[in-house]
């Protein structure tokens, strides 16, 4: 059979030695050098070209029905555990709390859980409503497990890597939010991202309120693209006697996006993450579809107080 093999940046140095396992069992086997933000950036496009029969996709679990053969082979790691003992005095006023994890690490779920447990809290465990599949996970796009919990908690808790899936369950939640990451070591409350995101949001819509020219941007990307949508947005747009127009790539350039000078903001169909953690890379406001909807409605605003 001929393999395409698809890594995460994390793990693109183990692409040789599962190449040459395969190899060994009788396979063809070609690996993709593309960068990868996740299950819903499969290399089917390349799989095709180079007639591969399967891709098997390192480092995350399914994110939706792909329209070509896909194994997906999850990376689970065991972090140390011992890091939790220092959330304790952080949580002490809230009894109840929901956890929240990356598939990396629910497979240490449940000792998660006990631990919190013994140490008297009440641990509920969300289940997922979008693209993540288990109980408890999240993923940058995806934070139902968080959302789910959100009214019958005092606090949320996310164990894992890094401030990217943590962040965008925050600004899906009302609660207090501890992050514990254990590779770095920390352990602390993230609330304060939620007022600085808020700023951030008003402030692109209020700098686009003058905006005529919008560019709408889609990928092709299998689990991220959105063409209906931003057809909807165009008309939408169009509507209020503005001009817009669809930008097609597969990853977005933004030093070329910068280049088209006659737009004055652009709209994000693309990774709803994008018009959060992007913002600042580009010169124009970079919009997500309900900031838009914020935009135009201010816009009416003025027009009927100038009339």
Known sequence: MRILLQFPEGLKQEALKHAKLLESEGNEVIISASPTFGACDLAI??????KAEKIVHFGHAEFHKADFNVEY???YINADLSILSKSIPLLSKYKRIGLVTTIQHINQIDDIKRFFIENGHEVVIGKPYGFAKKS???LGCDAGSSASTDREVDAHVYFGGGMFHPLGALLMTTKPFLVIEPFQGMVEF???????????SRGKILSSANARNFGILVTTK????NMAMAKLLKSRIESKGLNAAILVANT???SSLDNMLEFDAFVNTAC???AIDDTDRLRRPLLS??????????KEELSRSRA
């Not at 496009?45 to 180079?50: I, K, L, S």
């Not at 993230?190 to 951030?200: A, E, L, N, Q």
């Open 45 to 50: 496009d390349e799989a095709r070209n180079v």
């Open 73 to 75: 082979v999850p990376y």
């Open 136 to 138: 408890g996970q999240i």
């Open 190 to 200: 993230i609330d304060r991202y939620r007022d600085i995101y808020k700023k951030r």
């Open 222 to 225: 299998n689990g991220q693209s």
């Open 252 to 254: 977005f350039d933004f």
């Open 272 to 274: 709803p993450r994008i």
């Open 289 to 298: 579809a309900n900031e838009l909807n914020e935009v135009l409605r201010i």
